[in-house]
C-alpha cells in the first residue's frame, strides 16, 4: 500500500471534523492517524452531558487504530473549525506517547497553514513503559 501524503491525512482529518459530536461546545475536531503499516482511522472528538466523559478526536483515531490491532503510529493529523491551530491536550500527547515513537510526527492545520512536530517537541520527557519497573 502506498504512503499517504500529509495533505492527504488533514484532508482526511477535516472530514472526520465534521462528524464531530458537540452539542455543548459546537468545536468540531477531527483527526487522522497513519499507521505504521499505512493504514489511516479518523476520528472525531465525542462530547458528553457528564463532561468528563468526553472524548478527543484524536484519541478517538488513535484507539480506532488500535482496536485493529495496529499498535504502531507514524503520523496524526489534527483539524478543527477554529480560527487557531488546535493543540492536542495533555491526555492525547501522553496516548499517543505510548504508539508513537519520540520522532512520530504530529501536524497541525489551520486554514490552510501547516504546522509539523514530532513527539518529542510537544512531550518532551514522558513518562512511559520503561519507566515501569517489572520484575
Ligand atoms: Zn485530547
Known sequence: MDEISDEQLISMAKEAA??????YSHFHV???????????????????????????AE?????KC???QKTRIKKIAIASDSNEFTWPCGICRQVMSEFMNSDGIIILENHGLIKKFKLDELLPHSFGACD???E
Not at 59 to 63: D, E, H, L, Q, V
Request: hydrophobic share 30%; proline share 2%; charged share 20%.
Open 18 to 23: 465534521k462528524k464531530a459530536y458537540v452539542p
Open 30 to 56: 477531527g483527526s487522522a492517524v497513519l499507521s505504521e503499516d499505512n493504514y489511516v482511522y479518523t476520528g472525531c472528538n465525542i462530547e458528553n452531558s457528564s463532561y468528563g466523559a468526553t472524548n478527543c
Open 59 to 63: 484519541r478517538t483515531a488513535i484507539f
Open 66 to 68: 488500535v482496536s485493529d
Open 132 to 134: 515501569i519497573k517489572t
